[in-house]
């Protein structure tokens, strides 16, 4: 089956500054790349999706970009804010195997004001 | 904005006791997923749901788990017995039928004594 590897498990930066979230996955057949963020006690948040078909997508502060020869995708958050500190995951799904997703370990983002 | 409901947010209960929880998807979600998520991990599917039937539940242990959606709405999961290492946040997701964006709710957080 599918392995999503995720690093780094910790990151720590100033606010302001970027910070970013690599992932690899092990299945070619994988279309469907969320990241999701989850805050203390709460479920996580969908705040940026990709397909295969896609190389690299923006909202606001936030980017994901997709290498699939590579099989890895990144999260890049820029000029980060204290609200941005939470824990991070991403995930991979297979449109054929009923979208089923396959979550990396998580990275815990600290945002230093 | 629609949300997944769960409940309860919060249960303790002893081992060898019964438990479950509830999920409400958002409104015309016909998928409907349960996840377990272990304190520092990403979250891992139970069981999926479309509608009332149940599209894979590999990963559930069912000597212990059940699950269902009896009207293809709302579904309850339940252990009995609990064990202690099912102590862990449980999760609900939903999504569209044919989507692989998911959803998910705030999560009810099992501690087994």
């Known amino acids: 089956g599918e392995n999503v590897e995720q690093h780094p498990s910790t990151l720590s930066v100033q606010e302001g500054d970027s910070a970013v979230i690599k992932c690899t996955y092990s299945?070619?057949?994988?279309?469907?790349f969320p990241w999701y963020k989850q805050e203390l006690g709460k479920g996580p948040q969908l705040i940026i999706d990709?397909?295969?078909?896609?190389g690299e997508k923006k909202d606001q502060r936030i980017a994901v970009t997709l290498n699939k020869t590579a099989k890895h995708f990144s999260l890049h958050i820029t000029e980060t804010q204290p609200e941005d500190s939470a824990v991070y995951f991403c995930?991979?799904?297979?449109?054929?195997?009923?979208?089923?997703?396959?979550f990396g370990k998580g990275t815990l983002l600290t945002v230093n004001p | 904005e629609a949300e997944v409901a769960q409940s309860p947010r919060y249960k303790i209960t002893e081992k060898s006791q019964a438990v479950a929880f509830w999920c409400d998807p958002i409104?015309?979600?016909?998928?409907l997923y349960w996840y377990r998520q272990i304190l520092g991990q990403g979250p891992e599917l139970l069981v999926q749901?479309?509608?009332?039937?149940?599209?894979?539940d590999s990963q559930l242990p069912k000597d212990r788990f059940s699950a269902e959606r009896l009207k293809g709405v709302d579904s309850t999961l339940k252990i009995q017995p609990a064990e202690l290492g099912d102590s862990a946040m449980y999760l609900c997701?939903?999504?569209?039928?044919?989507?692989?964006?998911?959803?998910f709710g705030p999560g009810t957080r099992l501690t087994v004594t």
């Open positions: 997701a939903s999504s569209f039928f044919g989507s692989d964006e998911q959803y």
């Open positions: 299945d070619s057949a994988s279309n469907y």
């Open positions: 990709i397909r295969s078909n896609v």
């Open positions: 995930a991979a799904s297979i449109r054929s195997s009923d979208y089923k997703l396959t």
């Open positions: 409104s015309g979600h016909a998928t």
């Open positions: 749901f479309q509608d009332e039937s149940v599209v894979d």
